[in-house]
């Protein structure tokens, strides 16, 4: 099945820059770009394709890798309310979500698959080809159509290969379905865990505490990242760590009531590209997450942008302003039973042919937009998910 969405590229706006050095180098592009979606709830990018994730419990807006935007709601994840903890995970050939009272489901090629049904799920994450679910009381392993119950349980985890680290406030690992903690390490930092992630092309994983970094291997913390060994540490309340495409750390450091100010590199022994309010468009004191993707590039969400350092490696779609963003139609309602309306059809639509397809791409009706809130007859659909394109604009609409 071909991917659907809206044919049009990004709108943005340059933020040109005061401070020496990196004048002209951000771009900013508002959320009304993605139909106002705000990641309040997950900013992630999916490092098999690049795609950029802004997920909250009410909506979810996909920016693919060639710029083209998919926006998704109750139409595609069913009824959605706030507190859903909707959240999504990828594995090196699907996409899966959760939906926390109903459980985990696929959503490869942008068709959801109910995979588990399950009450009460806290989270989910990847390793590879499997997904590890996270309930009360244990946690699930998730493997080609099966489930298994690991008899081990934490309040979080993550995973890499054979490593398995578990945080029940302390780093801890599984060892015959107990949780052993790292905490008579002589390196542990004990203070509150903000983050946790494995460089991308080694096992060896970094958690971010208030006090500092630790970084460990095979369940040994092997030292710290403080700033009594680095220079120009920002802070050592660290809360959030990436790593870019070459393994080079990368931190959002916050102040002491763990309010975002800033983030910087780790080259060597020396913190480097600091970007605070001074030098950057981020709204640090409205800072939603830190992403890179594997070229790289930075992405940064913050309350009412997108914002992307402009590199070399940066997508194509960036930068061009040429682009006008066409305005989607409406449909409604949606679901519909019998008929449907369609709203808000651009001008240059009039008087052309627009189709209906099916989700495996298959024409089902032609037919000619004559006028404005015009009525759609589906009454012989069958029920399912069907696809109405206007020109180059795309929308769904679910028939009952």
Same mark, same amino acid.
């Given at each position: 099945?071909?991917?659907?969405?809206?044919?049009?590229?990004?709108?943005?706006?340059?933020?040109?820059?005061?401070?020496?050095?990196?004048?002209?180098?951000?771009?900013?592009?508002?959320?009304?770009? +993605?139909?106002?979606?705000?990641?309040?709830?997950?900013?992630?990018?999916?490092?098999?394709?690049?795609?950029?994730?802004?997920?909250?419990?009410?909506?979810?807006?996909?920016?693919? /890798?060639?710029?083209?935007?998919?926006?998704?709601? =109750?139409?595609?994840?069913?009824?959605?309310?706030?507190?859903?903890?909707?959240?999504? @995970? +990828?594995? =090196?050939?699907?996409?899966?979500?959760?939906?926390?009272?109903?459980?985990?489901?696929?959503?490869?090629?942008?068709?959801?698959?109910?995979?588990?049904?399950? *009450? %009460?799920?806290?989270?989910?994450?990847?390793?590879?080809?499997?997904?590890?679910? @996270?309930?009360?009381? *244990?946690?699930?392993?998730?493997?080609?159509?099966?489930?298994?119950?690991? #008899?081990?349980?934490?309040?979080?985890?993550?995973?890499?290969?054979?490593?398995? #680290?578990? !945080?029940?406030?302390?780093?801890?690992?599984?060892?015959?379905? =107990? /949780?052993?903690?790292?905490?008579? !390490?002589?390196?542990?930092?004990?203070?509150?865990?903000?983050?946790?992630?494995?460089?991308?092309?080694?096992?060896?994983?970094?958690?971010?505490?208030?006090?500092?970094?630790?970084?460990?291997?095979?369940?040994?913390?092997?030292?710290?990242?403080?700033?009594?060994?680095?220079?120009?540490?920002?802070?050592?309340?660290?809360?959030?760590? %990436?790593?870019?495409?070459?393994?080079?750390?990368?931190?959002?450091?916050?102040?002491?009531? !763990?309010?975002?100010?800033?983030?910087?590199?780790?080259?060597?022994?020396?913190?480097?590209?600091?970007?605070? /309010?001074?030098?950057?468009?981020?709204?640090?004191?409205?800072? #939603?997450?830190?992403?890179?993707?594997?070229?790289?590039?930075?992405?940064?969400?913050?309350?009412?942008?997108?914002?992307?350092?402009?590199?070399?490696?940066?997508?194509?779609?960036?930068?061009?302003?040429?682009? %006008?963003?066409?305005?989607?139609?409406?449909?409604?309602?949606?679901?519909?039973? *019998?008929?449907?309306?369609?709203?808000? $059809?651009?001008?240059? $639509?009039?008087?052309?042919?627009? @189709?209906?397809?099916?989700?495996?791409?298959?024409?089902?009706?032609?037919?000619?937009?004559?006028?404005?809130?015009?009525?759609?007859?589906?009454?012989?659909?069958?029920?399912?998910?069907? +696809?109405?394109?206007?020109?180059?604009?795309?929308?769904? $609409?679910?028939?009952?």
């Amino acid at each position: 099945m071909g991917k659907i969405g809206l044919t049009y590229f990004l709108f943005a706006m340059l933020q040109i820059l005061g401070s020496i050095g990196f004048g002209q180098t951000w771009q900013s592009l508002p959320y009304s770009n +993605f139909y106002n979606t705000k990641p309040w709830g997950q900013f992630v990018i999916n490092q098999y394709t690049n795609d950029i994730w802004l997920v909250n419990d009410n909506k979810v807006a996909l920016i693919e /890798n060639s710029g083209l935007i998919q926006p998704f709601g =109750s139409v595609d994840f069913g009824e959605l309310w706030t507190g859903d903890h909707l959240r999504f @995970i +990828f594995t =090196s050939d699907s996409v899966f979500y959760m939906k926390r009272t109903f459980g985990l489901f696929n959503f490869t090629d942008y068709v959801s698959t109910p995979s588990i049904v399950e *009450s %009460e799920i806290l989270d989910i994450t990847p390793n590879a080809d499997t997904v590890f679910i @996270i309930k009360s009381g *244990s946690i699930l392993k998730y493997f080609d159509g099966n489930a298994i119950d690991t #008899y081990f349980n934490a309040s979080d985890i993550i995973s890499k290969n054979e490593f398995l #680290y578990s !945080d029940n406030g302390v780093i801890g690992h599984n060892v015959n379905y =107990s /949780n052993v903690m790292l905490l008579n !390490d002589p390196h542990y930092l004990l203070a509150p865990i903000h983050d946790k992630k494995f460089q991308r092309h080694t096992d060896s994983i970094f958690a971010a505490t208030k006090k500092g970094l630790m970084r460990a291997y095979n369940y040994d913390i092997l030292d710290t990242i403080t700033p009594n060994n680095t220079i120009n540490m920002p802070s050592p309340n660290v809360l959030e760590i %990436e790593f870019d495409h070459k393994d080079s750390l990368w931190a959002v450091f916050g102040d002491v009531n !763990d309010t975002p100010f800033a983030l910087a590199k780790l080259e060597g022994n020396t913190w480097t590209n600091r970007f605070d /309010n001074s030098n950057s468009p981020i709204d640090f004191s409205n800072f #939603y997450g830190l992403e890179i993707d594997t070229l790289g590039n930075l992405w940064v969400a913050d309350l009412n942008y997108l914002h992307t350092f402009l590199t070399p490696n940066s997508p194509t779609w960036l930068g061009l302003s040429d682009h %006008e963003k066409t305005n989607p139609f409406n449909l409604f309602p949606n679901p519909a039973s *019998s008929t449907f309306t369609i709203s808000g $059809i651009p001008a240059s $639509i009039l008087g052309k042919k627009s @189709i209906i397809k099916d989700l495996s791409g298959k024409i089902v009706m032609e037919f000619q937009v004559i006028e404005n809130n015009q009525k759609i007859d589906v009454s012989p659909f069958k029920r399912g998910v069907y +696809f109405v394109e206007l020109g180059t604009s795309i929308q769904k $609409i679910s028939v009952e």
